[in-house]
């Protein structure tokens, strides 16, 4: 094992002086890493969804409004960049990278298992991506049909809304985010384990 990650990292060494994009074999650790960045992200938009829809439907839709682009951008500090996306859009401005795309195609192939994807990205980055597989309580504002009141602020807040029809186990959309490559040379750097 140890042999196998000083080879790796030798080649990873290599591979960053001649080739900043090349396609290794290995993600280096790099999933672990995606899934963490996206974690406090996830469970604070959890939070922020349940909390506005103690105050009803139509308030949750503006919290959501609100709080999603906040929290995404809170987190995308340091060279991370992280947001959720989906192959049909509520809201415009959460189109993403174009790499993100590609999984999501993949995502909706008949045949995906929908395992989280990582991607090596140029200029040393790295791109995780989760799916997000639509829930029962999702249906308020994603299903069909919806409640009168939840409709009309939907339309009032985004008019060009393709985010309704969804069922239970349909691929609603993704989490994504992109991160810069570990220093594996960095003095004191310790991968043990
Ligand atoms: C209270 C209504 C409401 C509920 C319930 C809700 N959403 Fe949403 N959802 C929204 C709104 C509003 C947006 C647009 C947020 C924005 O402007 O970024 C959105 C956006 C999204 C997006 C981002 C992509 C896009 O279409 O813009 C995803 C992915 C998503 N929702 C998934 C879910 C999932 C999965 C659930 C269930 C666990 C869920 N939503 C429950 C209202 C809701």
Redesign the pocket.
Known sequence: MNLTRVFLVAVVAGLVSACPSATLASDDGASDRGAALLGPFKKNL?AA?QQ??MDG?PT??????DE??ALAAEYSVGGVVMG???H???????TAPLWVNAVVEGYLEPDSDRQPAVTRLDNGRWGYVEP????P??????GEPLAPD?AET?AA??PDD??TGFKVGDL????WVEFPGEQTASPGSSNGG
């Open positions: 959890k969804l506005g829809m439907i949750a839709i503006t919290v959501c409004k999603a682009p959720r996306t989906s049909r859009l509520r809201n415009p401005s959460n997000i597989a639509t829930q309580v999702c249906l308020a504002c994603h939840v939907i807040e985004y393709q985010a609603r959309g993704v989490f």
